[in-house]
């Protein structure tokens, strides 16, 4: 890439342009995803299996849906134009998902769905990388703005179930099936911003598909699974399922677990701090799983700086660690104070590991199946993962720690979070022990060569 060539990939215009694609793309993810499963459990009253289920459904789309956005945008179409027409259809699936209430529609849809989203995940990661200079400089700032969304996205929706679906006198399971109601709002808001979206990505830098159209090539996927199996893609790839699976757990029961916290410690004016932190960030648990995002936004900021010195195999085992913390603190420390700041250790488990790990799938493949291999790690991540996460964390450990109605129902946090706990150790000695400290990207081992 000539120097001029680079000047332009990181003007101001484009930066500004990878940055609201990223606001918006993660926006429109973070305003259901985490108040999803006390929709379908506690409004649409779906079992815990029927829920589980539910929330494999669009990892199942998300295991088909890379294999051809992927192939598409290395070999035929522009990536922008697909992220535009994978927006729009995904904006009337979402608007569905807030209106049909039978289990076997919704099961669809998210399926359907999941097909069409998931691969805008890493098709918005390789756009931004086809248009920036440098990946530790550049990519960081640019995919903070994801974050930022998903923080606004989740703060208004905690602000309308507080103004608009929060009885003033009740107790503490009426005001929660209150809220449960009224979280319908957050699909709305999602289906809003996906046409938006849609229409936005036609503005967007244009990038050209890289690969080559002749039939005789293999397919982009075929080549991304070759390079796939060398190290450290390989160690990478098999620790992303259970790191994933853990990333369940949170994303499952976290908006719940809070939501008790919060109305049970903010009810009737009984702690003045909760009372703040609910006016501040709203209720029903998305709003103050936000701090996480915010503190995913200082870890990002940082990361340009630690990304060389400390190198990649250290970020990720800082991830590992502050996924095993997080899970430590909400099963030995179930209280408001210590809770939050397990809420925010969030920011280092994203940063530090699947952020990173974004980067490392990047610069170890070749540029014409870039795009599939990102493609591939997010089936992992958000596919694979989240369909063996999902019915692990649901059916069975969640089965598992449920308390009997005898025995005043509701659920064990200290059984359920220790799972993921011991899970989040296992995977640090795996990756301390097998990931290589000193792989070469293969721009540099090209340079020595």
């Given at each position: 890439?000539?120097t001029?060539?680079?000047?332009a990939?990181t003007s101001?215009?484009?930066?500004?342009?990878?940055?609201?694609?990223?606001?918006?793309q993660?926006?429109?993810?973070?305003?259901?995803?985490?108040?999803?499963?006390?929709?379908?459990?506690?409004?649409?009253?779906?079992?815990?299996?029927?829920?589980?289920?539910?929330?494999?459904?669009?990892?199942?789309?998300?295991?088909?849906?890379?294999?051809?956005?992927?192939?598409?945008?290395?070999?035929?179409?522009s990536?922008?134009?697909?992220?535009?027409?994978?927006?729009?259809?995904?904006?009337?699936?979402v608007?569905?998902?807030?209106?049909?209430?039978g289990?076997?529609?919704?099961?669809?849809?998210?399926?359907?769905?999941?097909?069409?989203?998931?691969?805008?995940?890493?098709?918005?990661?390789?756009?931004?990388?086809?248009?920036i200079?440098?990946r530790?400089?550049?990519?960081?700032?640019?995919?903070?703005?994801?974050?930022?969304?998903?923080?606004?996205?989740?703060i208004?929706?905690?602000?309308?179930?507080?103004?608009f679906?929060?009885?003033?006198?009740?107790?503490?399971?009426?005001?929660?099936?209150?809220?449960?109601?009224?979280?319908?709002?957050?699909?709305y808001?999602?289906?809003?911003?996906?046409?938006f979206?849609?229409?936005?990505?036609?503005?967007l830098?244009?990038?050209?598909?890289?690969?080559?159209k002749?039939?005789?090539?293999?397919?982009a996927?075929?080549?991304?699974?070759?390079?796939?199996?060398?190290?450290?893609?390989?160690?990478l790839?098999?620790?992303?399922v259970?790191?994933?699976?853990?990333?369940?757990?949170?994303?499952?029961?976290?908006?719940?677990?809070?939501?008790?916290i919060?109305?049970?410690?903010?009810?009737?004016?009984?702690?003045?701090?909760?009372?703040?932190?609910?006016?501040?960030l709203?209720?029903?648990?998305?709003?103050?799983?936000?701090?996480?995002?915010?503190?995913?936004i200082?870890v990002?900021?940082?990361i340009?700086?630690?990304?060389?010195?400390?190198?990649?195999?250290?970020?990720?085992?800082?991830?590992?660690?502050?996924?095993?913390?997080?899970?430590?603190?909400?099963?030995?420390?179930?209280?408001?104070?210590?809770?939050?700041?397990?809420?925010?250790?969030?920011?280092?488990?994203f940063?530090?590991?699947?952020?990173?790990?974004?980067?490392?799938?990047?610069?170890?493949?070749?540029?014409?199946?870039?795009?599939t291999?990102?493609?591939?790690?997010?089936?992992?991540?958000?596919?694979?993962?989240?369909?063996?996460?999902?019915y692990?964390?649901?059916a069975?450990?969640?089965?598992?720690?449920?308390?009997?109605?005898?025995?005043?129902?509701?659920?064990?946090?200290?059984k359920?979070?220790s799972?993921?706990?011991?899970?989040?150790?296992?995977?640090?000695?795996v990756?301390?022990?097998?990931?290589?400290?000193?792989?070469?990207?293969?721009?540099?081992?090209?340079?020595?060569a």
């Amino acid at each position: 890439m000539s120097t001029a060539a680079a000047t332009a990939r990181t003007s101001g215009d484009v930066k500004f342009k990878l940055s609201l694609m990223m606001f918006l793309q993660y926006a429109i993810w973070g305003a259901w995803l985490p108040i999803l499963y006390p929709f379908l459990l506690g409004y649409r009253g779906f079992t815990l299996g029927q829920t589980g289920l539910c929330l494999s459904a669009g990892a199942v789309g998300a295991i088909f849906g890379p294999f051809l956005a992927g192939q598409l945008a290395d070999r035929l179409f522009s990536t922008e134009k697909l992220l535009a027409a994978s927006h729009l259809i995904g904006a009337i699936l979402v608007f569905l998902l807030a209106i049909v209430d039978g289990f076997v529609p919704f099961l669809v849809i998210s399926a359907v769905y999941g097909f069409v989203y998931a691969p805008t995940i890493a098709l918005t990661n390789s756009i931004s990388f086809a248009h920036i200079a440098d990946r530790d400089r550049d990519f960081g700032p640019i995919r903070l703005w994801g974050t930022i969304g998903w923080i606004a996205a989740g703060i208004l929706v905690g602000q309308y179930l507080l103004r608009f679906s929060t009885p003033a006198e009740g107790s503490a399971d009426e005001i929660t099936a209150a809220q449960n109601a009224g979280r319908a709002v957050a699909f709305y808001m999602s289906s809003v911003l996906g046409l938006f979206m849609a229409v936005f990505c036609l503005f967007l830098p244009h990038t050209p598909p890289t690969g080559t159209k002749d039939p005789g090539k293999k397919l982009a996927w075929v080549e991304a699974l070759g390079e796939i199996r060398m190290q450290p893609l390989l160690i990478l790839f098999l620790i992303a399922v259970p790191v994933s699976m853990i990333h369940q757990f949170y994303f499952v029961f976290t908006s719940d677990f809070v939501t008790g916290i919060q109305n049970a410690a903010g009810s009737a004016g009984a702690d003045n701090f909760a009372n703040f932190v609910n006016q501040i960030l709203g209720v029903g648990g998305g709003g103050l799983m936000t701090i996480g995002q915010m503190s995913e936004i200082a870890v990002l900021a940082l990361i340009p700086f630690f990304a060389k010195s400390l190198g990649r195999k250290w970020l990720l085992l800082i991830g590992l660690a502050a996924y095993a913390g997080r899970m430590a603190i909400f099963a030995y420390a179930p209280s408001l104070v210590p809770v939050l700041f397990g809420v925010a250790l969030h920011g280092l488990c994203f940063g530090c590991f699947i952020f990173v790990a974004f980067m490392v799938v990047d610069e170890h493949t070749t540029p014409d199946i870039r795009a599939t291999a990102q493609n591939l790690f997010n089936l992992v991540i958000v596919g694979i993962g989240i369909i063996v996460g999902s019915y692990f964390a649901t059916a069975v450990v969640g089965a598992w720690a449920t308390i009997p109605e005898a025995d005043g129902g509701g659920m064990d946090y200290t059984k359920l979070f220790s799972v993921p706990m011991w899970m989040a150790v296992a995977c640090f000695a795996v990756m301390l022990a097998l990931y290589p400290a000193k792989a070469k990207p293969i721009e540099a081992s090209a340079a020595a060569a």
